[in-house]
């Protein structure tokens, strides 16, 4: 399972708009989103992909990573899994 991190996504974002904008970049759809939660300032929500490995993702990543979408500027970031 992957996961990338959208931060400073509009909290008003829909689950349908965040998977068309993704999908307008070349990303496959996602199996599950959480909203994470924090102080307002830069909601952020995690994408988990259950068949797209992080390598995959981090090729895709640059297309969206630093984009102005809905008048804010999103950050992506890919997830790794750490084993202890």
Known sequence: MSVLML???DAT????????????YGF???DEIERLPGD??????????N???DAALRLLQPRINHLF???R??????LTERFE
């Open 13 to 24: 974002t829909t689950d349908e708009e965040i998977q068309e904008f993704i999908g307008r």
């Open 28 to 30: 496959p759809a996602f």
């Open 40 to 49: 307002g300032t830069r909601p952020a929500v995690s994408l988990h992909f």
């Open 73 to 78: 500027k999103v950050d992506a970031t890919v």
């Open 7 to 9: 931060t400073n996504i």
């Open 51 to 53: 068949a797209v490995e």
């Open 69 to 71: 979408w809905k008048q």
